[in-house]
T-cell receptor, first 115, second 114 residues
Framework: GENVEQHPSTLSVQEGDSAVIKCTYS??????FPWYKQELGKRPQLIID?????GEKKDQRIAVTLNKTAKHFSLHITETQPEDSAVYFC??????????????FGTGTRLTIIP | SQTIHQWPATLVQPVGSPLSLECTVE??????LYWYRQAAGRGLQLLFY??????ISSEVPQNLSASRPQDRQFILSSKKLLLSDSGFYLC?????????????FGQGTRLTVV
């Protein structure tokens, strides 16, 4: 089955600097790569996602890049703010129109923004 | 709009006692349903998923079981809890047969086995 590795496990950056979290996946058939943010004591929520037919996607201060050849994808947060402090999870799945395609998650990155 | 309910929010149970966590989804039909466990430093581990009533796939051999007695109800159970079952359990749902398999999570149950 799919295996998703995520690095680093913890990351501290100064407010205003950029943060980058990287993930690799093992199944070349995976075609959907979402990122989830989990604030302390809350449920994970989708913040951005990318499909395999796209190399990069951006939403304000958040961007995700995908390298299908190398089977890795990254989350980039620019101009970090205190509210960006959370645990971030990457995930991968083989989305299809034919049924359930489960998400496999990485182990998470605890991001701390230092004021 | 769709909502997902999961309860209880916290639970303290002695070793060897049974467990039943319930999850229900409203506002959608035939969802995919999932149970995840979140342990410190281990991310979100998929325990079970279901594509329909009575259809359960187990991802990890363990002391737990799952059932889906109704289309929008998913139950996580154990006959005898172990200390290692402690963790944060999350129920989630996604739309059946979608290219983008976004999962919507419940608020979670923090289980402590003592």
């Amino acid at each position: 089955g799919e295996n998703v590795e995520q690095h680093p496990s913890t990351l501290s950056v100064q407010e205003g600097d950029s943060a980058v979290i990287k993930c690799t996946y093992s199944d070349s058939a995976s075609n959907y790569f979402p990122w989830y943010k989990q604030e302390l004591g809350k449920r994970p929520q989708l913040i951005i996602d990318i499909r395999s037919n796209v190399g990069e996607k951006k939403d304000q201060r958040i961007a995700v890049t995908l390298n299908k050849t190398a089977k890795h994808f990254s989350l980039h947060i620019t101009e970090t703010q205190p509210e960006d402090s959370a645990v971030y999870f990457c995930a991968a799945s083989k989305g299809s129109n034919f049924g359930n395609e489960k998400l496999t998650f990485g182990t998470g990155t605890r991001l701390t923004i230092i004021p | 709009s769709q909502t997902i309910h999961q309860w209880p929010a916290t639970l303290v149970q002695p070793v060897g006692s049974p467990l039943s966590l319930e999850c229900t989804v409203e506002g959608t039909s035939n969802p995919n349903l999932y149970w995840y466990r979140q342990a410190a430093g281990r991310g979100l581990q998929l325990l079970f998923y279901s594509v329909g009533i009575g259809q359960i796939s187990s991802e990890v051999p363990q002391n737990l079981s799952a059932s889906r007695p109704q289309d929008r109800q998913f139950i996580l159970s154990s006959k005898k809890l172990l200390l290692s079952d402690s963790g944060f359990y999350l129920c989630a749902w996604s739309v059946f047969g979608r290219l983008n398999t976004e999962a919507f999570f419940g608020q979670g149950t923090r289980l402590t086995v003592v």
